[in-house]
């Protein structure tokens, strides 16, 4: 298990606040060090800002990302994220040359509102920047840097999910812990010894964590906002969540039984006790584990699967590679499905999808990133929507009341 990222939340505003930024960079790194020193690899140390829109006219967003990623990246910050795009059409059209002016930089946009309604219209500026974004880089590696956001609160450690509210500087650690249950899994000779097995070794892990955590918002006064457990993995086989699943006993992760092995997975994950913020579930991202990579590339995995996992599981639809004539009227009816789980459910998703310039369904993907396994694009079986679906309303969808 890694620290993925220490995610410091903080609202340096624009004209960046050099004294603050330079306060929070001197707390990150002593974070780093008192982590590390007690036994976890740090990989990265991340800045997430409010909504962009809070402090920033639409038109200087560009101008704001590269003094971000300049005087922010000198303070020892890898990745900053500016926060999510609102109702502006400004702020969503901003997107494509403020991401491009530094790869360091990270943004999103809202589908939902926070008073609990699906926007049709963001629906369609999402899917518009996911198509503009896809013709900006070899591969369409942007939209790495983007992704759209369903029902997500403020304080999700995870990238490009990760934005604040207007408060005092906080900290979040996003995991990287899918070697956890594959380890868990691999050994326990049953269900109920393979979900105590992980909840153990969660508890276990977050109860050093929350120490130094804890000690450091001591020191500093910086709220620790918590640990988002989510059981994101990494290319190597050694750290795949698909591997873990398919140890429960799936012969290969996407046809039926792969969706009771996710909830069964996520399920037990939960039972653990610890201070949580952000997704704490299951993250499927296809091209950043390399059993789910495989599966997509035989087909037994589909957009349609992992829009359902996105039922009982975590981020929602994480790196996948479409088609790269994808068109916006095509995304959007998958962002409509994905805004319509989060809110009835009550869960935080988001999707990342990448259209990949020059490649067509079954075309192997080439992309040269070091934290992506070797796949092929996904098919995209969508249809057109037309009527009242095309429509510019903000749709109120009440959470799901359980049924006794």
């Not at 690899?41 to 997430?48: D, G, H, I, P, W």
């Not at 990745?79 to 969503?92: F, K, Q, R, T």
């Amino acid at each position: 298990m890694k620290i993925r990222s220490i995610t410091v939340f903080c609202e340096p505003g624009y004209p960046i606040n050099r004294l603050m930024l330079q306060q929070v960079g001197i707390f990150a790194n002593h974070a780093r060090k008192l982590f590390q020193d007690a036994g976890f690899e740090v990989q990265s140390l991340r800045l997430a800002t409010p909504p962009f829109g809070q402090y920033v006219a639409p038109i200087d967003l560009t101008d704001a990302a590269q003094s971000y990623a300049v005087e922010a990246h000198g303070d020892g910050f890898e990745y900053i994220s500016l926060g999510p795009a609102g109702s502006d059409p400004a702020e969503w059209a901003a997107i494509p040359n403020a991401l491009m002016s530094s790869g360091r930089i990270f943004l999103s946009g809202s589908l939902t509102t926070q008073e609990g309604e699906l926007d049709l219209a963001n629906a369609a500026r999402a899917a518009e920047t996911i198509v503009a974004l896809s013709k900006l880089e070899r591969d369409g590696f942007a939209n790495l840097r983007f992704c759209a956001l369903a029902n997500v609160p403020a304080y999700t450690p995870f990238f490009p999910a990760a934005y604040a509210q207007r408060e005092n500087p906080a900290f979040a650690l996003a995991l990287q812990s899918a070697d956890l249950a594959l380890d868990c899994f691999k050994q326990a000779k049953s269900l109920n010894e393979a979900r105590q097995c992980l909840v153990d070794s969660v508890n276990a892990n977050a109860a050093r964590l929350e120490a130094v955590g804890e000690k450091m918002e001591k020191m500093y006064g910086y709220q620790f906002k918590g640990l988002d457990f989510t059981l994101a993995p990494h290319p190597d086989q050694s750290a795949s969540i698909g591997g873990a699943l398919e140890a429960l006993g799936l012969t290969a992760f996407g046809p039926h039984g792969s969706l009771f092995a996710s909830t069964f997975l996520t399920s037990s994950l939960q039972q653990a006790q610890y201070k949580k913020t952000g997704f704490n579930s299951l993250m499927l991202p296809v091209l950043e584990d390399s059993t789910l990579a495989l599966r997509a590339a035989e087909g037994s995995l589909s957009v349609t699967d992992l829009l359902m996992f996105s039922a009982v599981c975590g981020a929602g639809l994480d790196v996948i590679p479409l088609p790269g004539d994808a068109t916006p009227e095509e995304i959007y009816p998958i962002l409509l499905d994905l805004g319509a789980l989060a809110l009835r459910l009550n869960k935080p998703l988001t999707a990342r999808l990448m259209p990949v310039p020059g490649k067509h369904a079954g075309d192997p993907t080439t992309f040269n990133f070091g934290y992506f396994a070797k796949s092929r694009v996904m098919p995209l079986r969508t249809q057109k929507l037309a009527g009242l679906m095309l429509g510019k309303e903000k749709i109120r969808l009440p959470q799901r009341e359980d049924q006794g």
